[in-house]
């Protein structure tokens, strides 16, 4: 039996919603309800998850080309109080949002 920790799955979640994105946005794809469906599907698997996504396109200018990041930000557990504060201080600031 294939056994994949969670860690695992969330990785290969993370590089297909990051392939759908790219591919979409590269013109690879056309820009059709079925990709766009799939990357909500995805998005929303990773958040059931316990985790948040982060999607940011660059355009790398020496290629021309838009490079598709996605980040994904596992809630840390069994934090301190004061760890927690410092934490969630951290999320906020990279992220923008309110945990």
């Known amino acids: ?3 994949v920790s ?5 990785i290969q ?3 297909e919603l990051q392939k759908v ?5 590269m013109g690879y794809s056309i820009a059709t309800d079925e990709p766009i469906e799939r990357a909500l599907r995805l998005k929303r698997e990773i ?5 948040l996504t982060k999607c940011q396109y660059i355009l790398n200018v020496e290629s021309g080309q838009i490079d598709t990041i996605v980040t994904i930000y596992k809630v840390k557990e069994n934090l301190s109080s004061e ?3 410092i934490y969630d201080d ?3 600031k990279i992220n923008g949002v309110k945990i």
């Open 1 to 3: 039996m294939n056994h």
């Open 13 to 15: 979640l993370a590089n």
């Open 47 to 51: 958040t059931m998850m316990g985790a």
């Open 21 to 25: 994105l790219s591919d979409c946005v």
């Open 90 to 92: 951290w999320f906020v």
């Open 6 to 10: 969670s860690d695992e799955y969330l």
């Open 83 to 85: 760890d927690q504060k």
